[in-house]
């Protein structure tokens, strides 16, 4: 919403003079200011111990889209403009929209109207928002607009969290509430991978559980999850794939670049990204594991955290390792690969990864493995069974 339209929209409803909107405006910036970004970091943390899925509301630019994905929303809540809806589309967020924006053919505050994010096929999820009796008149109207959806994929979802994922070719229906605020913790559901990387929604409680390991490199991930596997025959141990060949404590499978590209093409990764020039990806395998209810380890990677937020939710438990610079000195340097220079830039990036996430479990593998292991099964263990 423009500056102007929300002058417009408050002196209408709250019949404000020029001076009071004036001085309303100038405080709410203020606050903003001074509480936005440690409020939302906070309520994300929380929610994210918790297992809560998060819902973003109003966002309009590429940017507030971009926060809430680095923050791993899963719903995008009312977005005001065509380019926000887009955007939480392309992030994988289900992009939800109030039932009587489309019954009244658009929004009663001036922002995008549902039916054309309905004709850009970006509109995922119905809420009741303000007036209930909208919901199901919303369903039938969209299903006989010209371009609309068909009525199958349109059927209803009891909650909004069934539908924390984005682009499954159709609306479901929720009787959600508007939260009024910025962002809002609610119930998780999960999400599976459809053709090309779409997350398909599906209702239900969590079941699996995935344990995504982040840290320097020599910390030890590749060296605890085989211990892992050798330990936990129960527990599944995701390979990852990689544009180079692995080294022998590895859990990967080498792929050319043209082969992985490939496969990210046809919609074979439930999760990839790119460091130090190489692909890296983690297989919609995981999907079927989660879905048996079982308990998955990954060698995961920081800078896709937000992604893997995003498209896993509430199964999702990202775990720090780490160990002493002087622990992981020694490790590298026996290892061989990096110069004293690269070493200690990797000792610098493990210091600021272990000092980025507060709000994520740490497990210190400086000691013995089987310690490391032992605190792994306390962790996995409390997880499952919260």
């Not at 709000?359 to 593998?365: G, H, I, K, T, Y």
């Amino acid at each position: 919403m423009s500056l102007d339209a929300y002058r417009t929209y408050y002196q209408g409803k709250h019949r404000m003079s020029d001076e009071a909107l004036e001085a309303f405006i100038e405080k709410q910036l203020a606050n903003s200011a001074r509480y936005s970004s440690t409020n939302r970091q906070a309520i994300a943390a929380a929610c994210h111990r918790r297992g809560l899925a998060l819902a973003s509301h109003d966002d309009a630019t590429i940017e507030h889209v971009a926060e809430s994905v680095e923050y791993g929303t899963r719903v995008a809540e009312f977005p005001t403009t065509r380019e926000a809806a887009e955007a939480s589309h392309r992030h994988g967020l289900a992009v939800m929209m109030g039932a009587p924006n489309v019954v009244r053919g658009g929004s009663h505050s001036g922002n995008i109207a549902a039916a054309e994010l309905v004709s850009l096929g970006v509109l995922d999820v119905l809420s009741s928002d303000y007036y209930p009796a909208a919901l199901l008149d919303a369903v039938f109207r969209i299903a006989a607009t010209e371009g609309g959806y068909s009525l199958p994929p349109g059927r209803g979802h009891g909650h909004p969290n069934s539908g924390a994922g984005g682009g499954s070719g159709g609306p479901r229906a929720t009787g959600h509430r508007p939260s009024g605020r910025p962002a809002a913790c609610a119930g998780g559901g999960r999400s599976s991978a459809g053709p090309a990387g779409v997350v398909r929604r599906t209702a239900g409680a969590l079941m699996g559980r995935l344990i995504y390991l982040v840290g320097a490199s020599g910390v030890g991930k590749d060296t605890l999850l085989a211990a892992a596997r050798q330990r936990y025959p129960e527990w599944l141990i995701a390979h990852r794939y990689v544009t180079r060949e692995s080294g022998a404590s590895e859990n990967s499978i080498a792929l050319t670049p043209e082969e992985f590209l490939a496969r990210q093409h046809a919609g074979l990764f439930a999760l990839s990204w790119e460091a130090h020039g190489l692909h890296y990806g983690l297989g919609i395998e995981l999907d079927a594991w989660l879905a048996r209810d079982r308990v998955v380890l990954v060698n995961g990677s920081r800078r896709a955290l937000p992604s893997a937020r995003g498209r896993f939710g509430a199964a999702l438990t990202p775990v720090v390792m780490t160990a002493s610079d002087e622990v992981l000195r020694g490790r590298l340097r026996r290892r061989g690969r990096e110069d004293d220079a690269e070493i200690e830039s990797r000792l610098a990036r493990h210091r600021e990864l272990r000092d980025a996430l507060p709000e994520v479990p740490r497990l210190d593998n400086g000691g013995p493995l089987d310690v490391t292991l032992a605190a792994l099964e306390r962790l996995v263990v409390g997880e499952v069974m919260a």
